[in-house]
């Protein structure tokens, strides 16, 4: 959830800021807004330091080494014309220009030596030049009708070309020198930024204040959660300054701290990839924690690959700058085994015939067939439709909340037409309701969808405009949703691709295994451990593409959320 922000607004005198901004740091729950842009002519000039400092680096670092890449691969190419040349010999291009002004038009040939015919030096005048390689090099004076399709003459000889590569290797040289001269500036220079970097940060701390009354007070403005006003009042009030407070609003554009239980809080990390919510918004995170370890399990599906999660995620705790990703591990590997067992599946092997699982478990395991159709496509499928009509039910209820009832009518339209209409076909295909009745309340659902969609989008605009814009809208939903569901199908993909190359793998291994001798035995625990560490690999990186895609995407776009909030950053001991 989005934790509830108090904005604080302290009126002060100047010459009290440093110690006040010091007290606000010990308390270590204040964030204090910064300007993006210089407040004054000192952080101006601290920018204009590190903006020039971070330009003569970057040309050092990457400016320089393109620059001598374009003449390394000049030289590259200058090579690859000498040797080109030197296949024909020192000759002079206006020599040969001018025997093509006496009619005698010289053109240049090759081919594979055992496809030169020695019958051609009796029907044309020709002149071998050189044989290398398994190739023949020759010319052919007035060869209008040889058999073979000419090469371009030498625009050079190759002597030329060796002086200009002579003359650019000087120059190589040269640069390379004063690129050394200069990396070894690199240093220092970084050093420099980082000293400006720190004092432009502890300046604007204090220059996110707006100076009033003649530069004589100071106004700072921060924001911290409102389960700490009572504590942080009674500290404000022995404070040298005045202030007010009041509940932050959209239009403060306050900082999001996300609240969740240690459950939710892993997943957090993949809101933050995305963008932290709007003040008004809604915290997607717990969403995300349910259907995000679901889909990662669908697309592992395999309990034998959650088992290896587990282990991975045990040994992730003692490694050190991974240990705070160890329990999302963990996590997505316990998901990984009870999918996994329910798809019947450990190690790409079957166990729904397994002697040692009770026909009670067995009962459980997602069933090879529905209705003709594989069951795993069916329950990806069933899974994204509950995703969306979710996506939309959380859309409806914020916006009511933001914009009211009657400003949201269209939005409550499509969810009653589309969750509406999933809930019947559920409640109906079950038999709890008669044909008869299913009527009558599809019937309703649609007269009453059509009104918001159609009709009632926007009470502040013509009818007419109303029914344009829901017709445009409907085509819209009508592609986007089907397309959406569709999209769900890549749990079910993902899963089988994983399935059956591990099954190949295990098919080999087999294979290998023979009749069981020591060879056997080697080569077939080679092939598994090898073949099984490559599928576990691949299946792990779609499994976490792809769902973080479904939750991006699918569920953000027809829930409505927007990633626009900045997050909570409030002024610490060691920031």
């Not at 690859?80 to 240049?108: H, N, P, Q, T, V």
């Not at 690199?186 to 050093?191: C, D, E, Q």
């Not at 005045?242 to 957090?268: G, Q, R, T």
């Not at 996994?340 to 599946?345: Q, V």
């Amino acid at each position: 959830m989005i934790t509830p922000m108090t904005r604080y607004d302290f009126i002060l005198l100047s010459s009290g800021t440093e110690a006040f901004l010091e007290k606000i740091q010990s308390l270590g729950v204040v964030d204090i807004t910064r300007s993006i842009k210089p407040v004054d002519s000192t952080s101006a000039a601290l920018l204009d330091k590190i903006t020039a400092l971070k330009t003569e680096i970057s040309e050092i670092e990457k400016g320089s080494d393109a620059h001598l890449s374009a003449l390394l691969a000049r030289r590259s190419e200058f090579e690859k014309e000498a040797a080109s040349a030197e296949i024909w010999g020192s000759f002079d291009a206006s020599a040969i220009a001018d025997l093509e002004s006496k009619g005698l038009k010289l053109s240049f040939y090759s081919c594979p030596t055992k496809k030169y015919d020695p019958e051609w030096e009796n029907q044309h005048a020709i002149q071998v030049i050189a044989e290398q390689k398994g190739f023949t090099y020759f010319t052919v004076v007035n060869a209008s009708d040889f058999p073979l399709k000419a090469l371009p003459a030498p625009a050079r000889s190759s002597e030329a070309v060796r002086a200009e590569i002579e003359a650019l290797d000087a120059e190589i040289e040269e640069y390379r020198s004063k690129l050394a001269d200069r990396s070894s500036e690199l240093p220092g220079l970084k050093a420099k930024l980082a000293g400006l970097s720190a004092e432009l940060d502890r300046y604007l701390a204090g220059a996110a204040t707006e100076s009033a009354a003649e530069d004589h007070l100071t106004v700072v403005t921060g924001f911290a959660p409102s389960e700490n006003d009572e504590a942080l009042k009674a500290e404000f009030d022995k404070l040298d300054a005045f202030y007010v407070s009041a509940d932050a609003a959209l239009e403060d554009n306050p900082p999001i701290k996300l609240k969740n239980n240690k459950f939710v809080s892993m997943f957090e990390v993949l809101t933050d990839m995305y963008g932290r919510p709007a003040y008004n918004g809604f915290d997607p995170t717990p969403y995300i924690s349910i259907f995000f370890l679901l889909f990662f399990a669908m697309c592992m599906g395999d309990a034998g690959y959650g088992l290896i999660l587990i282990l991975v995620g045990l040994l992730l705790k003692k490694a050190k700058g991974f240990a705070s990703l160890a329990p999302l591990v963990v996590t997505l590997g316990c998901a990984t085994v009870v999918v996994g067992f329910l798809f019947h599946t450990f190690f790409s092997v079957d166990i729904s015939g397994w002697a040692i699982i009770p026909d009670a478990l067995k009962s459980i395991m997602v069933p090879a067939k529905v209705a003709t159709y594989d069951g795993t496509m069916v329950l990806a499928l069933a899974v994204g439709i509950v995703h969306l009509c979710l996506a939309m039910i959380v859309k409806t209820v914020y916006a009511t909340k933001n914009q009211g009832f009657l400003n949201s009518l269209g939005v409550w339209g499509w969810t009653l037409l589309i969750v509406g209409g999933v809930v019947v076909a559920m409640i109906a295909l079950m038999g709890v309701i008669d044909a008869t009745l299913t009527k009558i309340i599809v019937i309703v659902l649609g007269s009453l969808s059509a009104l918001g969609i159609f009709l009632l989008n926007n009470l502040h605009r013509n009818p007419l405009l109303n029914i344009g814009a829901g017709l445009w809208e409907a085509y819209n939903t009508a592609t986007g949703v089907l397309g959406d569901v569709l999209s769900y199908l890549r749990l079910y993909a993902l899963g089988l691709a994983g399935s059956m190359l591990g099954f190949a793998f295990n098919d080999l291994a087999k294979m290998a295994l023979g009749d069981g001798g020591v060879g056997g035995w080697i080569a077939f625990v080679l092939i598994v451990v090898i073949g099984h560490t490559l599928n576990l690999a691949m299946a792990a990186l779609g499994a976490f593409v792809h769902p973080l895609r479904l939750n991006f995407l699918e569920f953000f776009k027809n829930s409505g959320y927007e990633g626009v909030g900045r997050n909570y950053n409030p002024l610490k001991k060691n920031n």
